[in-house]
């Protein structure tokens, strides 16, 4: 990799809500073996671990009342984590232009809405349970994005800051047909209507596809409306322009959220890839304390990384 890859996540239930609804996860995919018996010496080790096949970042936002958006989201991010490692072949293969990822990418949010239709089907005060979900695949250089719903994506180079993807509203069809301005959009009843998510309802889905190419010195950041929705696209660049670790550029984001009244539950995820300057430059601003290695969430919970394990075709 041609730059140190920095990455961070922080979700807050904000100041309205009472449940967190919102996802998140971060993940390194790796090639591994687990060794149940041999005569040689591994040190105590009884898994070997490949080099990195890539990098896995995705917010999730729940929808349909506070039991079903928080089971939706949950079963989202279950389903997409196990269905890209019980794939995995696809991705090794990905590094020698083998696959065809866009379809690949596509087919795994099917999966998480046919396992959302499925649960909302056994209880009917569920049926409209649905999700957003914006997910990152990084192999360096090389970044996919796949998209369905109101979350985002942006990326940050140099002093631009460039949304991605495009959110799924009624309110951004109006202003992609010039029904509506861009700047009215926002403020629009139309912007919290969504016509393309995980579930909810529907058994149409059209997920989105993006591809560009990282450059050393980028950063990504993927968020739930809870933050682009209270605060400015200006104001996201000027944190993400600073000299802060991702950490704490999560931290910042999601107080501006709170500042502006915290409406809805905020989930933002940071990556950003360094060069050697920026690298140098941030190891002499960081303080004593070491960055926490725990993905952490709002109200001072911590989630230590959870390893899954690929499922064996026949094992019982």
Known sequence: MGSKMECFGLTDTGRVRLVNEDQFLIADLNKSMLIHQTSLA??????LFGSS????????????????????????????ARYVLNTMPWFFRLQE?????????????EQCQKRIEEAAAVDPQRQKMGTTLTMAYLLWP???????????????????LEQVT????LAQQMVERGALRPEEAEGSRWSHVLYNCIGGGSHELNPDVFKATLHAGD??????????????????????????SAGEACRQLVELANAAGGPDNITVVVARFL????????A?????????????????EAHPAVELVAETAGQT
Request: net charge negative; charged share 20%; aromatic share 2%.
């Open 219 to 244: 950063t990504l950041l993927l968020c739930t409306d809870g933050l682009s929705k209270v605060v400015s696209e200006t104001a996201i660049r000027e944190i993400l322009g600073r000299n802060l």
């Open 142 to 160: 090389t970044l996919y994005v796949v998209h369905a719903g109101d979350s985002r994506c942006y990326l940050l180079r140099g002093n631009r």
């Open 275 to 282: 060069d050697a300057e920026q690298a140098a430059a941030q």
């Open 97 to 109: 232009g083998l696959v065809d990822l866009d379809g690949e990418l596509r087919a795994a949010l």
């Open 42 to 47: 591994h040190e105590d080790h009884t898994r």
């Open 284 to 300: 002499m601003h960081q303080t004593a304390a070491a960055e926490p290695t725990e993905q952490t969430q709002g109200n001072g």
């Open 53 to 80: 096949q890539g990098q896995l970042l995705l917010v999730a936002d729940g929808l349909g009342g506070v039991a079903g958006g928080r089971r939706a989201s949950a079963l989202a991010v279950e389903t997409l």
């Open 166 to 169: 495009t959110d799924h509203t």
